[in-house]
């Protein structure tokens, strides 16, 4: 399977989803409040008062079919919700409303779009004829691209708005009119409890809104499943220069706009877990989880691929200060039915698609299909990707075990990794990765990962064939031993893992354990024809292996067998040639 990390960004219509609930209605012909609960009157600079009309205390009332208030007072602001809509489950939602403008143009209207306390909400704010979609997170107010629009308004009219909340797009409709929309980042609200109104005064003392005929739908599909993963975006001016990885030292264009979506992705996962804050109390993005694992020797491997197994590490440091998750990672097959799995047991993914990594988040009603959050493109679906699921990686939150063994090689460099039963282990993952770029003729090599979860402590055996090869133990809290080697030639290494404490990495330069590896082969590959002659020379190899006092005795022995089994043995002279390349004494 070859893997490529090809960040660029497309932006593109999000895909419409069909209404498929009512949620709250309300035509205010009943002349009461019982379904609404005010959640805020107070002035600006004096929060214990409240706003105020012609000298008394300004309040929300239903009058002639209409919910609205009246203010004339200084700088001030009122909220009102509904008692009974909670949309923190719901992902995907729109609402629709008329709106009465008395008086004249020229004085603040509001309403809320997103409402989680006072400190934290979304709302639409409009005045004279311009129109602004507002935030505010943990009570600073937040930037948002394209997040303004106009209208032609006029005193004394009716208008009908249409306000869509799909997938983090946002998008404002006036009389069937669409007049802004917006692609959401972050930050992002804890958890969305509910949409209302608004009013207020500032500048201008005077404000008069009016709302009828209000409707909430929402927008999921019944058996869809959505987890609320927060939106980043790799080429947010916040990071997008900053330098991905070291890759001033292999590419004309080393910007995380250019290469961060795994990045990118890898942030996604982190937030919807809560784990938003480095050890250092600086906030968790993009540009500072780069900046970290670019400060560690296990950070990125291969030449620009991000090693997820050093970030899990970090979600071990992070969890014994701010007692978030730490986070297992494991590789698995790209199944769109291993997707869904993970996501059922409330655990986003990042997958992998030829030359780009995103986050899958959720699923349509079918489960045939990904919902996903994705760093460079604006896509709601895999599906618009239109192309094959390679892989995916599933972050498990646990308080356990991190060990790992995971070996980075060139394609050209032959390595087998054997444990103590004389078998490649069953759940060794082996796959491929390279990174490219589409803004220039220009990509990495590329790499071969071996990786192996859990492993037993036991001691494997590392067969290699040249060539430089990158080695990473993980021990269950997730501390890494790094055992990188350059070997010439054939060699083979005893791999001594130990889950509690650093592996450790040995060069085998006894010639007949070499010779018995060497058997092996030959007899897997046919030039030793019989069973009977691969067991009878392994036996007197493995005598030798171990008594050390009588190995001349023992290869002269070898070398006699050899001379009788020689219409068995096809390479015979391999064999002999071997064990004189090596000096008595090994």
């Known amino acids: ?91 995907n939602y729109e609402f629709e409303f008329e709106w009465y403008f008395p008086i004249s143009t020229h004085m603040d209207r509001n309403v809320l779009i997103k409402w989680q306390d006072v400190d934290n909400w979304y709302g639409l704010h409009i005045l004279d004829d311009k129109i602004l979609l507002e935030k505010v997170i943990a ?69 008069s809104s009016w709302f009828d005929n209000l409707i909430v739908k929402s927008l999921d599909q019944d058996g869809e499943k959505k987890l609320s993963v927060p939106l980043y975006k790799q080429h947010d001016p916040k990071w997008k220069n900053h330098e991905y990885d070291h890759a001033n030292d292999w590419s004309k264009s080393p910007s995380i706009a250019r290469w961060g979506c795994a990045l990118t992705a890898m942030t996604m996962i982190l937030d919807y877990h809560s784990i938003n804050q480095l050890p250092n109390d600086q906030k968790l993005n993009p540009a500072s ?152 003729e220009e990509q990495t090599k590329i790499k071969i990962i071996q990786s192996l979860a859990k492993p037993e402590n036991e001691k494997y055996l590392l067969k290699t064939e040249g060539g430089i090869i990158e080695i990473y133990t993980y021990d269950t809290e997730g501390e890494v031993t790094i055992l990188t080697q350059e070997v010439i030639g054939n060699k083979i290494f005893e791999l001594n893992y130990d889950s509690q404490s650093k592996s450790q990495l040995i060069e085998i330069t006894n010639k007949f354990t070499l010779l018995r590896d060497l058997l092996k082969t030959l007899y897997e590959s046919g030039e030793i024809t019989t069973k009977y002659a691969y067991l009878k020379l392994d036996q007197l190899a493995a005598y030798a292996e171990n008594d050390e006092l009588n190995r001349e005795r023992y290869q002269e022995l070898i070398i006699k067998k050899i001379g009788d089994l020689t219409e068995f043995i096809t390479s015979s002279d391999v064999i002999i040639k071997h064990l004189r390349s090596y000096s008595s004494a090994g």
């Open 1 to 91: 399977m070859i893997s490529l990390t090809l960040c660029v960004f497309l932006f593109l219509l999000a895909k419409p989803i069909q209404a498929s609930e009512v949620l709250f209605t309300d035509e205010f012909i009943v002349d009461n409040l019982e379904s609404w609960a005010v959640v805020r009157n107070s002035q600006h600079h004096h929060p214990e008062k409240p706003c105020f009309n012609g000298g008394y205390p300004a309040e929300w009332e239903v009058t002639d079919g209409k919910l609205g208030i009246n203010i004339n007072s200084g700088a001030c602001i009122t909220e009102i919700i509904p008692q009974n809509l909670d949309l923190s489950e719901v992902n």
């Open 139 to 207: 009570g600073k107010a937040e930037s948002l691209y394209n997040n303004w629009g106009y209208y032609q308004f006029e005193a004394d009219q009716n208008y009908d708005f249409r306000i869509s909340v799909i997938n983090d797009l946002i998008t404002v409709w006036i009389n069937d009119q669409q007049i802004l929309q917006t692609l959401d980042r972050p930050p992002f609200l804890i958890r969305n409890k509910t949409v209302g109104f608004r009013a207020s005064s500032g500048n201008i003392f005077q404000s």
């Open 289 to 440: 989880l780069n900046a970290w694992l670019q400060d560690q020797d296990d950070g990125f491997i291969g030449g620009g691929l991000i090693n997820w197994l050093a970030v899990t590490r970090l979600t071990k440091t992070i969890s014994e200060v701010l007692k978030t998750p730490t986070l297992e990672y494991e590789w698995l097959e790209g199944e769109i039915k291993n997707a869904v799995d993970e996501i059922d047991k409330n655990q986003p993914v990042v997958l992998q698609i030829p030359g780009h990594f995103l986050v899958g988040n959720g699923y349509d009603a079918s489960k045939t299909d990904l919902l996903i959050k994705d760093p460079a493109y604006q896509r709601d679906l895999l599906s618009q990707h239109e192309a094959d699921l390679q892989s995916i990686r599933s972050f498990k939150p646990s308080y356990t075990d991190l060990s790992y063994l995971l070996i980075v090689h060139d394609p050209e460099t032959k390595i087998s990794l054997i444990d103590e039963s004389g078998q490649i282990p069953a759940k060794l993952k082996i796959y491929q990765e390279y990174v490219k770029s589409n803004e220039a």
